[in-house]
């Protein structure tokens, strides 16, 4: 009994080992065949891939080919449109000056004596004359302030070339002090308009003012050898900026000066070249707003503008035109004086 168990043991212990080995051959080619099935799946993923890539690389390349394309043909359009914009230009130049070649002729049909000795004297077009009023007996005084300047000795070439006379109420110079001297030489008369010509100073009290008046009478003196005692206050004795710096200085100023033998004069019309008038004809306007009834007409300009450096010669003819006479002022001139408001 105890053999015939030790014999069906062993058989049983072999069917068992048997059964064992088998399956695990049997899982082993089932492994297998899944594994070469997943590598083949792997392979043909891969191959999908790779199919993929080149593909993409293929249309990259397409893209960046048809991007340079795109920017060689921008770089022709842009060449093309401003080739094409310097042509219109030119064109639009071309017609501009047509433009103006014809106003030139249109002007100088309507008025031949003006235009080409406008153009000649470096101005800024053509110029019509006011239509003139009848003033003859009446006198005119062209006064210029705030000079000497670099553009004084080309107006008094053209005072000189006119035969007029003029006055120049002059402040420190700099430089240009040495034109007082031709001032006076030339017939013209000179007047003082302070030394600094700077608000905030010279009205800022009264004996400010009187220091400020007595450095340029010393200057015009030492330039010209004149003591002149005809005077006028920077922004006319109605300004009201000095208000800002001393209350009621005007009214205390303008009795002062009469005191101390100073006759001072304001205008009765302008050139505008201190209110914008930057053409020779709207300073031409300008000129021909004085008072009609008036017997003395003192117009204030500046001997520091170009354009009344340009204008003057016309500002002449259309006063002459009227039948003025010229004057320069002394003591004894009329005095056309503001109303004081400060
Ligand atoms: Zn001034």
Known sequence: ?????????????VLILS???????????????????????????????????????????????????????????SQQYEKQSKENQSKVDE??????????????????????????????????????TPSTGKTVYLTFDDGPSSYTPQILDTLDK????????????????????????????????????????IYSSDTAFFNDLNKISDLVYEQTGVRTKIMRFPGGTSNTVSKKYSKGIM???SKSVTEQGYVYFDWNCSNGDADGANTVQKQLNFCSQYPKSASTVIV???????????????????????????????????????????
């Open 1 to 13: 009994m105890k053999t015939m168990n030790k014999q069906s043991m062993f058989k049983l212990i």
């Open 19 to 77: 059964v064992l080995f088998l399956a695990t051959a049997v899982t082993s080619v089932v492994l297998a065949v899944k594994y070469s099935n997943s590598n083949k799946e792997l392979a043909e993923m891969n191959s999908q891939l790779e199919d993929g890539k080149s593909k993409l690389d293929e249309q990259i390349s397409a893209n960046e080919s048809l991007k340079e394309e795109n920017s060689s043909q921008a770089e022709s359009f």
């Open 95 to 132: 017609l501009n000056q047509k433009i103006k070649d014809l106003n030139k002729q249109l002007a100088a049909k309507k008025n031949p004596t003006t235009t080409k000795k406008n153009n000649s004297s470096g101005s800024t077009g053509p110029v019509t004359l006011p239509t003139p």
């Open 162 to 201: 006119y035969g007029v006379k003029a006055t120049f109420f002059v402040k420190n110079g700099g430089k240009y002090n040495y034109v007082m001297k031709d001032i006076v030489n030339r017939g013209h008369s000179i007047g003082l308009h302070t030394y600094t010509h700077d608000y905030k100073k």
């Open 251 to 253: 009214s205390r100023l």
């Open 300 to 342: 204030l300009m500046h001997d520091t503008k170009s354009t009344t450096r340009d204008a003057l010669p016309k500002i002449i003819e259309y006063y002459k035109s009227c039948g003025f006479q010229f004057g320069v002022l002394t003591t004894s001139s009329p005095r056309i004086q503001h109303r004081v408001n400060n």
